[in-house]
């Protein structure tokens, strides 16, 4: 934001130097760029963060220039001759897109001669950049660097049905814009149009068709509020950013809506000539008021650490332009400050007046003992065994190529939401898995220097629901992508689960899914929780990246995982006694999984089971049939109160022959 020394010094008395000034500034929040000198005028160039909108206007820097100096700010006075007829009679308004434009006002000046500006006008704006046109567009301007609220004038009478209609834009619909390109429109975009076509892309730039030149005699005076998102969506699309389209993206002052389109309208009577139509067309008269806000002293003690009067504590928020009734703790925002909302809102507002450096570096602020949440304690574990399992872990954006998303997604079927507008180039899908992502990530590795990048990460996915209208289900996800063996990412797994105090054994269930290979993807379950997936990635999916094969993958739900988890340690009584080791040899079916025999074992022991350990499977069908196995484990069995003898043992050890025989037709072999 450019800021004159000589259009400052027209609302408030400048006793300080510029150098002075510009310091006091940068140490209360409005950061000092340079300062240059044009025509003999000295032009402070002040960086104003995002939530400062109220400060790209000349009257919003005088106001904090009047706080920090407890001056006076001396705003104009508008005296309005409405000579004109009725406005009703000449111009109506429709606003058929309240959502993008939640208020539009029109007024109507009739008459006027368009020239040069007087050199005071010329002078200023040149001094902040600003290019001079004519009067009446150089009137419009010098409002907005005023107060910082776009203004635009369109020539009446190129406006047909004499109607103004706020709409959004057809699609694929073109307008020339006043730098003279043309522009094709999206129906995501706003437009003002009269009763034939787009006249103005909102908040962003008028258009040609209805340009003020040297043969208009008739105005239309727009003053609008374009909402933020809207505006920046379409500023970006069509690469076609303007000093009105920066101060909507920052939001506008509603209630300064009527006093910039007043004060335009005094400035282009004065230089211009006319007579001004009576009334004003409004589609939204009625403003909310901010909501009020309690500040309490003694908050502003504990957080600043140092005491402040409430004499000056009141001032400061006074001056800021806050409602307030002496002794109350109390205050409303003003109409312009859109970013106080909250009590540390305003704590700020009075550490930044007060001054920074006013307060002592050794200044005693309590401090509270915290602890961290649960989610923050699993996120370190994770990240902790994943690590230490030779993983990397990676951030990849949740929105992706169409193609990409459609390689593989475990979680669903249903077809993937899409943004209005691509994020990144080619990207409008929101993620249904992180995998593809990962392998992506992996696959860049891969061909930028042969590197096998096992990578890990955790992050949100967007699951679409059966109802179009229903929002998607932003799931905590976890998903890993590894080059290493199958058994060695289920054992990374079982270790995670170990590591967060899952006490339920992890189950695997075999089922299909797209992008994985045939009869290589399981279901992960921890006790009755479905926690996920893994398997190993189809290589028609990686010849999509030339990677080499193989690839294993998984993807778990984070918040059923932290739903199983027991985070805190608990204490375990350990046995004195002895254990007893007993080895099984058990000839079972192909398809029986470990799982489910150490599921049988443990459930048929229970208590007295210390250990259930896998030792080896063997396979020799002449001895054992077609589709057999033989899978060998180590039993342990101990307990608590005693030393357990050999005829106990023995019958703990029947009960788990039978239960295997029962349950997955094992024979033990002797």
């Given amino acids: 934001m450019l800021v004159s020394w000589n259009?400052?010094?027209?609302?408030?008395?400048?006793?300080?130097?510029?150098?002075?000034?510009?310091?006091?500034?940068?140490?209360?929040?409005?950061?000092?760029?340079?300062?240059?000198?044009?025509?003999?005028?000295?032009?402070?160039?002040?960086?104003?963060?995002?939530?400062?909108?109220?400060?790209?206007?000349?009257?919003?820097?005088?106001?904090?220039?009047?706080?920090?100096?407890?001056?006076?700010?001396?705003?104009?006075?508008?005296?309005?001759?409405?000579?004109?007829?009725?406005?009703?009679?000449?111009?109506?308004?429709?606003?058929?897109?309240?959502?993008?434009?939640?208020?539009?006002?029109?007024?109507?000046?009739?008459?006027?001669?368009?020239?040069?500006?007087?050199?005071?006008?010329?002078?200023?704006?040149?001094?902040?950049?600003?290019?001079?046109?004519?009067?009446?567009?150089?009137?419009?301007?010098?409002?907005?660097?005023?107060?910082?609220?776009?203004?635009?004038?369109?020539?009446?009478?190129?406006?047909?049905?004499?109607?103004?209609?706020?709409?959004?834009?057809?699609?694929?619909?073109?307008?020339?814009?006043?730098?003279?390109?043309?522009?094709?429109?999206?129906?995501?975009?706003?437009?003002?149009?009269?009763?034939?076509?787009?006249?103005?892309?909102?908040?962003?730039?008028?258009?040609?068709?209805?340009?003020?030149?040297?043969?208009?005699?008739?105005?239309?005076?727009?003053?609008?509020i374009f909402t933020p998102l809207m505006v920046r969506r379409a500023a970006r699309k069509l690469k076609l950013q303007s000093p009105s389209s920066y101060r909507f993206e920052r939001r506008v002052d509603p209630v300064g809506v009527d006093w910039a389109s007043r004060r335009v309208c005094q400035l282009i009577l004065e230089t211009a000539g006319g007579k001004l139509a009576e009334g004003v067309i409004d589609t939204a008269p009625e403003i909310t008021p901010n909501s009020p806000v309690t500040l309490r002293l003694s908050q502003v003690e504990r957080v600043l650490g140092i005491k402040i009067d409430r004499e000056e504590v009141e001032r400061i928020l006074v001056k800021l332009g806050c409602d307030h009734e002496s002794g109350s703790d109390t205050y409303v925002p003003p109409s312009w400050r859109h970013d106080l909302g909250r009590e540390a809102d305003l704590i700020e507002e009075v550490a930044r007046i007060h001054g920074y450096e006013n307060i002592p570096e050794d200044a005693p602020i309590p401090v509270a003992p915290s602890s961290k949440r649960d989610f923050?304690?699993?996120?370190?574990?994770?990240?902790?065994?994943?690590?230490?399992?030779?993983?990397?872990?990676?951030?990849?954006?949740?929105?992706?190529?169409?193609?990409?998303?459609?390689?593989?997604?475990?979680?669903?079927?249903?077809?993937?939401?899409?943004?209005?507008?691509?994020?990144?180039?080619?990207?409008?899908?929101?993620?249904?898995?992180?995998?593809?992502?990962?392998?992506?990530?992996?696959?860049?590795?891969?061909?930028?220097?042969?590197?096998?990048?096992?990578l890990f990460e955790i992050a949100h996915i967007y699951l679409p629901q059966q109802s179009n209208e229903a929002l998607p289900s932003e799931q905590y996800s976890l998903?890993?992508?590894?080059?290493?063996?199958?058994?060695?990412?289920?054992?990374?797994?079982?270790?995670?689960?170990?590591?967060?105090?899952?006490?339920?054994?992890?189950?695997?269930?075999?089922?299909?899914?797209?992008?994985?290979?045939?009869?290589?993807?399981?279901?992960?379950?921890?006790?009755?929780?479905?926690?996920?997936?893994?398997?190993?990635?189809?290589?028609?999916?990686?010849k999509l990246w030339k990677l080499p094969a193989p690839v294993v993958a998984a993807e778990f739900s984070l918040p059923t995982l932290l739903e199983a988890a027991s985070l805190v340690p608990q204490q375990q009584s350990v046995s004195m006694f002895p254990s007893v080791e007993r080895d099984l040899n058990f000839v079972v079916a192909e398809s029986v999984r470990w799982s489910e025999l150490e599921r049988v074992v443990r459930a048929a022991v229970g208590e007295e089971l210390a250990g259930v350990r896998y030792c080896e499977t063997y396979r020799d069908p002449a001895k054992d049939g077609k589709d057999r196995k033989r899978v060998l484990m180590s039993v342990s069995l101990q307990l608590h109160d005693g030393t357990l003898s050999g005829e106990q043992a023995d019958q703990l050890i029947g009960q788990v022959i039978g239960a295997c025989k029962q349950e997955l037709a094992a024979e033990l072999l002797s």
């Fill in 7 to 224: 259009w400052l010094s027209r609302y408030l008395d400048l006793p300080m130097s510029h150098e002075e000034l510009a310091l006091r500034l940068s140490l209360s929040g409005l950061n000092h760029e340079e300062t240059t000198t044009v025509d003999g005028d000295v032009v402070i160039d002040l960086e104003v963060t995002s939530n400062r909108g109220d400060c790209l206007g000349h009257l919003g820097v005088a106001r904090e220039i009047g706080v920090l100096y407890d001056l006076s700010v001396k705003t104009p006075e508008i005296e309005l001759s409405e000579a004109g007829p009725k406005i009703e009679s000449l111009l109506s308004v429709e606003n058929r897109y309240s959502e993008a434009c939640p208020r539009y006002t029109a007024r109507v000046i009739q008459g006027v001669k368009v020239g040069p500006s007087p050199e005071w006008m010329a002078t200023a704006l040149k001094a902040v950049g600003i290019g001079v046109v004519n009067n009446v567009v150089d009137a419009t301007n010098y409002v907005m660097m005023e107060c910082g609220q776009p203004l635009h004038a369109f020539d009446y009478g190129k406006i047909a049905d004499k109607k103004v209609v706020v709409r959004q834009a057809a699609k694929k619909e073109t307008i020339e814009a006043i730098d003279h390109r043309n522009y094709e429109l999206d129906e995501a975009m706003c437009v003002i149009a009269d009763a034939k076509e787009a006249q103005a892309v909102a908040g962003v730039m008028g258009g040609a068709v209805s340009e003020v030149d040297d043969t208009t005699t008739n105005l239309v005076i727009e003053a609008a």
């Fill in 376 to 454: 923050d304690v699993a996120m370190e574990r994770i990240r902790s065994v994943m690590t230490s399992a030779g993983f990397s872990e990676a951030m990849t954006p949740s929105v992706v190529t169409n193609k990409l998303d459609e390689s593989l997604s475990p979680w669903t079927e249903l077809a993937a939401l899409k943004t209005e507008t691509a994020m990144l180039k080619g990207a409008r899908t929101l993620r249904r898995s992180l995998i593809p992502s990962l392998l992506e990530g992996r696959a860049n590795n891969w061909a930028s220097a042969s590197i096998h990048a096992d």
């Fill in 479 to 542: 998903a890993m992508v590894s080059g290493c063996d199958y058994l060695e990412m289920k054992g990374a797994i079982e270790t995670l689960c170990q590591r967060m105090g899952i006490a339920d054994a992890v189950q695997v269930k075999a089922i299909q899914r797209h992008g994985f290979a045939k009869g290589a993807v399981v279901e992960v379950s921890c006790g009755t929780r479905m926690v996920g997936y893994l398997g190993i990635v189809d290589p028609k999916v990686l």
